[in-house]
């Protein structure tokens, strides 16, 4: 259809029709900022503004992924490597990553070229995983995923407890975090069942000595709340939108 025509000459004429929003990573404790996440944008010049929701299921039905999250890892990584000397120290720089390209070779070689041609710490990368794109064929994941911790970069497991598997793959994959789904935050606001498995979640992560991000948070209760819980790392609506590169330059960065 017309999308996907327009998407694919994305790539092929490459226009300069994607661009990158960063929405920041919190500490709950002090309000210091200890990360941001990548989130894509498309805006077409007859179409507007697309949202990811729309075009991310035809990047897939196209077999476009591996080119998008080249496309984001790279210009993001090259953002982050010109600007880090402006940036605090020690902040993270969260990408997200379709499960398929996960384990291809391409990729796993692009993202070293990046991060050695940038000079940035592959430690302060993290990739996301969406949890539920993982059903079966977890030894594969698995393999992936060790692969590139041996590069160095940061695993987080993205939208936790919105999949069926949960509990084995915290288990089994090689994680650095994970980060706990809005819709599950939400629930917790309205039921007492949802609000115990919420906590219940938290506690099994911390034993584990994974990082846990909360997303989603949108109100001065629901911060309140997760700090009350031990959680240390926030991400929602409440503390920051996603915003543009330059824009978070201008809030957190020294000139
Ligand atoms: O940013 P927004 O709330 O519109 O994101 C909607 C969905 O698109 C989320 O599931 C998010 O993970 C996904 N998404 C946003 N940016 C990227 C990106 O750069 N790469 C990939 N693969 N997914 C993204
Ligand atoms: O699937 P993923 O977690 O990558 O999606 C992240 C998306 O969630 C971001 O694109 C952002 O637009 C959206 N988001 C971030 N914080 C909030 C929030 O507090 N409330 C809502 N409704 N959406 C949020
Ligand atoms: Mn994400
Ligand atoms: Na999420």
């Known amino acids: 259809r017309e999308l996907s025509d327009a998407l694919r000459e994305v790539f092929d004429a490459n226009t300069e029709q994607f661009y990158l929003l960063i929405q920041p990573q919190l500490d709950t404790r002090d309000g210091r900022l200890v ?4 989130l894509i944008r498309w805006r077409h010049p007859r179409l507007g ?7 991310l299921p035809i990047i897939d039905a196209l077999g476009l ?13 090259a953002w982050w490597g010109a600007q880090r000397e402006r940036l605090p120290d020690g902040i993270v720089l969260a990408i997200n990553i379709t499960l398929s390209t996960l384990g291809r070779d391409d990729f796993l070689e692009q993202l070293g070229n990046a991060i050695e041609a940038q000079g940035v710490e ?27 911790r041996r590069l160095g970069v940061r695993l987080a497991l993205d939208d936790f407890g919105t ?9 089994r994959l090689p ?3 994970v980060k706990l789904d809005r ?4 629930a917790a606001g309205q039921h007492g069942r949802a609000l115990d498995a919420y906590s219940a979640l938290v506690g099994f992560c911390q034993t584990l000595r994974l990082g846990i991000v909360a997303e989603g948070v949108e109100t001065q209760e629901e911060a309140q709340w997760l700090m009350s819980l031990g959680i240390e790392v926030v991400q929602g609506y409440y503390f920051a939108r996603p915003m543009p590169l330059d824009t978070f330059l201008e809030c957190y960065g020294s000139v």
């Open 65 to 77: 992924n591996a080119a998008l999250d080249r496309w984001v890892m790279e210009h993001g990584l």
């Open 183 to 186: 819709e599950l935050l939400q």
């Open 35 to 38: 990360g941001g996440e990548l």
């Open 163 to 171: 999949g069926h598997t949960a509990f084995q793959l915290l288990q």
């Open 175 to 177: 994680l650095t975090s």
């Open 122 to 148: 592959a430690s302060l990368i993290e990739l996301e995983i969406t949890e539920h794109a993982i059903f079966h064929d977890l030894g594969d994941i698995e393999r992936a995923m060790a692969r590139l």
């Open 49 to 55: 503004e697309v949202m990811p929701n729309e075009f």
